[in-house]
Structure formats: structure tokens, C-alpha cells
């Protein structure tokens, strides 16, 4: 990674069809550079996967395009001690007429947090949204009707 940190991956014929995973965990400000080398004849399928979070102080104040809907997230409060609880709230807003059919609304759970499923089932209970999905990085919320 950038010149400096490595990590080496041996392959051979009892473990070429496990994936391998490998993590860099040096947080590094700025563009980085990863080189990817291989000894040897065989030929290597490998996927990079990097993500990085940009203070909201950071981001340009810009109009939304107008894409025929509109996701606001609100948090109660941005000073967190451990294993406090932080109310969100996600407002979702149409821009067009009548009624849409199914909406997806995709919203990111940030790193360290844990949604409450009990709020969740509520929504569901209350029929606010059909049904919800968690994964390990977003809440899928599904709408019909809206």
C-alpha cells in the first residue's frame, strides 16, 4: 500500500478456490496507491473494495437535482458517548402526482451502529413501511402506495 505496508497471500491447489481476504487498516488521508503482484504463472481473480467518510462540515452546501424524490435523515443529537441510543428520523418526500408503486429507500447505517429492530417492526406494525432488510452497512425500507 502506497510503497510501504504489504501483505503476502499464498495460494496453492488445497486453498486457489477460498477467498482470501486481506485489510489494510492504516487510515490514510489523501489518494493511495495499491499494487498487486503475483509470482508464478497462474493467473489471480482479485476484487478492491475501499470506502472512506467526509465530514458533512467538508461537503458543499448544493441543491438537489430534482430527482422525483427527496431522503432527509435527522439525528437527534451529533455527541455520542458509548452505547448511547440516537433517534433517527428519515423523511421521504415525492415529487411527483398520484400515488407511486413501490418505493425503495436505501438508507446507510453509519459504522459502529446498530439499528433497533424494535423501532423497525414497529413502522411495520403501524404500516408506515411494508417490510424492512438489514445488511450490514443499510437499512432497505420497501413502501407500496405512497
Known sequence: LNGGESQTV?????????????????????????????????????????????????VADEEPADTGMRVDVAYDRTELQVNDLVDVTAEVELFQEGVAGTILVDLGIPP????????????????QIDRYELTGSQIVLYMTNV
Open 10 to 58: 499464498m495460494l496453492s491447489a488445497a486453498n486457489r478456490d477460498v477467498v482470501q481476504q486481506v485489510r489494510f487498516e492504516t487510515p490514510l488521508a489523501g489518494l493511495n496507491g495499491l499494487d498487486i503482484t503475483v509470482d508464478g504463472e497462474r493467473s489471480v481473480r482479485y476484487q478492491v473494495i475501499t470506502e472512506y467518510y467526509e465530514p458533512w462540515s467538508l
Open 112 to 127: 459502529g451502529f446498530t439499528p433497533v429492530r424494535g423501532d423497525l417492526d414497529m413502522l411495520v406494525q403501524n404500516h
